[in-house]
C-alpha cells in the first residue's frame, strides 16, 4: 500500500500512521504488543434501599424474588387501592393493649432513683412479664455463682435499661409473631427477628446521634407493628394468583404497613419522639428530619440486610454504604453492621 492510502486509510479507521520506509531498506516487523491482563470480575454494585426492602418483604412473605423489576401489574392496582381502604378503616383497637402495668412501669423507669421494692412489686401485677423477667435473668448472659431467688433480686439485675427491653419484647413479640397466613407463614417470627435487631441497631445508632435510648430501641422494635396487618388483609384480599407481585406494588402495600405502625403507636400513646420518627417514616421522608427517624431508616435497612444475610437471602459482604447516602456517613453504617454481625452471629 503506498503512503497516500495509507494515509486515507487512518483517517478513516483510525489506524496509526506508518512511517515510510526508504527504498532498499527492509521493514523490521512490528514488536508484537503485551497482552493484556486478564480483567477480574468488577465489584458488585452497593446494594439500595429499595432493592433491599423488596427482598426483605419478599422473605417475610415466602414469595420468590421478582426477576422482572417492571411496572405494576394489570389488577395490582385495583388490589392496592382495596388494601387501602381497608387500612383507612382499620381498628386500631382490635391491636392488643399494651398492659396495665407498662405505662407505669416506663414512667417509673425514667426516674433513676425508683428503688428494686417498687419495680418489683409492680412487674409482680403481670404474671406474664414476671415469666419473662425471671427468664431473662436465668439465661447465660445474667447468669451468676448465686441462684435468683425472687423478683426484686432479678429487677435489681437486669437494671433500668434491661428492665425497658424486657418489658417492651414482652408486649411486642406476641404482636408481631401474630402475623402469619397464606403469604408466609413464617412471616410472624421473621417480623420478629427483624424487629430485635431493629431495634438493637436503633438504640446503637440512636448513641451516636444524641437520641433518648430507651426511646431509640422502642421506635425499633415496634416499626414494623403495622406490616403483619397487611400481610393478613393479603390473606384475605389477594387471589393466590395475584402473586407473587411486582416490586411497585408490594413498595406500596408496605408503605400501607408503616402507616398503620404510626397509627398503633398513637393508640399505645408512645412517647413524642418515637411517634414523630415513625411519622416520617410513614410519610417516605427522604432525609428524615428528626435524629431519631435517621437513625430508624439506618437500623430497618441493616436489620434487613443482616437477617436475610443470615437466612441465606444476601451476601455476608453486601456493600451497604449507599443505603442511607443521605442520612448517615458509611463509615458509621458499617461500624453498625459489625457490632450488629458480632450480637446476632453470638445470639445464633
Known amino acids: 500500500m503506498d503512503q497516500g492510502k495509507w494515509n486515507l486509510w487512518r483517517r478513516l479507521f483510525g489506524a496509526p500512521a506508518r512511517p515510510a520506509v526508504p527504498a532498499g531498506r527492509p521493514s523490521r516487523a512490528a514488536a508484537p504488543e503485551p497482552a493484556a491482563e486478564a480483567a477480574g470480575p468488577a465489584p458488585a454494585e452497593p446494594i439500595r434501599l429499595e432493592r433491599l426492602a423488596d427482598l ?12 422482572e423489576a417492571g411496572a405494576i401489574r394489570e389488577g395490582e392496582q385495583a388490589l392496592l387501592r382495596r388494601l ?7 381498628d386500631v383497637r382490635s391491636l392488643p393493649r399494651l398492659p396495665t402495668v407498662l405505662p407505669q412501669l416506663l414512667r417509673m423507669l425514667r426516674n ?29 448472659h445474667y447468669r451468676t455463682a448465686q441462684p435468683i431467688h425472687s ?13 425497658r427491653r424486657v418489658a417492651t419484647q414482652h408486649v411486642m413479640k406476641p404482636i408481631l409473631q401474630a402475623s402469619a397466613g397464606m403469604h408466609g407463614h413464617m412471616a410472624g417470627q421473621h417480623l ?46 389477594a387471589p393466590p394468583a395475584a402473586a407473587p407481585y411486582s416490586g411497585p406494588f408490594l ?11 404510626l397509627r398503633a403507636a398513637e393508640y399505645w400513646e408512645l412517647p413524642a419522639g418515637v411517634a414523630r420518627a415513625l411519622t416520617e417514616r410513614a410519610e417516605a421522608a427522604t432525609p428524615p428530619a428528626s435524629p431519631l427517624g435517621r437513625a430508624l431508616q439506618a437500623a430497618d435497612a441493616l436489620a434487613m440486610a443482616q437477617l436475610l444475610a443470615e437466612r441465606g437471602r444476601l451476601e455476608p459482604e453486601a456493600d451497604l454504604s449507599r443505603l442511607c447516602p ?6 458509621l453504617l458499617q461500624r453498625c453492621q459489625q457490632d450488629l454481625r458480632r450480637q446476632f452471629r453470638e445470639a445464633a
Open 112 to 140: 433513676d432513683n425508683s428503688a428494686g421494692s417498687q419495680l418489683a412489686a409492680l412487674i409482680g401485677r403481670d404474671p406474664v412479664l414476671v415469666g419473662e423477667v425471671m427468664r431473662v435473668t436465668g439465661s447465660a
Open 192 to 237: 420478629w427477628d427483624h424487629a430485635e435487631r431493629c431495634a438493637h441497631a436503633s438504640a446503637w445508632l440512636g448513641r451516636q446521634l444524641g437520641c433518648e435510648p430507651f426511646e431509640a430501641y422502642l421506635v425499633g422494635m415496634v416499626c414494623h407493628a403495622g406490616t403483619g396487618a397487611v400481610v393478613r388483609l393479603l390473606d384475605q384480599e
Open 151 to 163: 423478683l426484686q433480686h432479678a429487677v435489681v439485675l437486669l437494671g433500668q435499661e434491661g428492665l
Open 56 to 67: 426483605f418483604h419478599r422473605f417475610v412473605l415466602g414469595l420468590p424474588e421478582d426477576r
Open 326 to 331: 443521605d442520612t448517615l456517613n458509611p463509615a
Open 84 to 90: 387501602q381502604a381497608l387500612t383507612e378503616r382499620f
Open 251 to 261: 413498595a406500596g402495600a408496605m408503605q400501607l404497613g408503616a402507616q398503620l405502625s
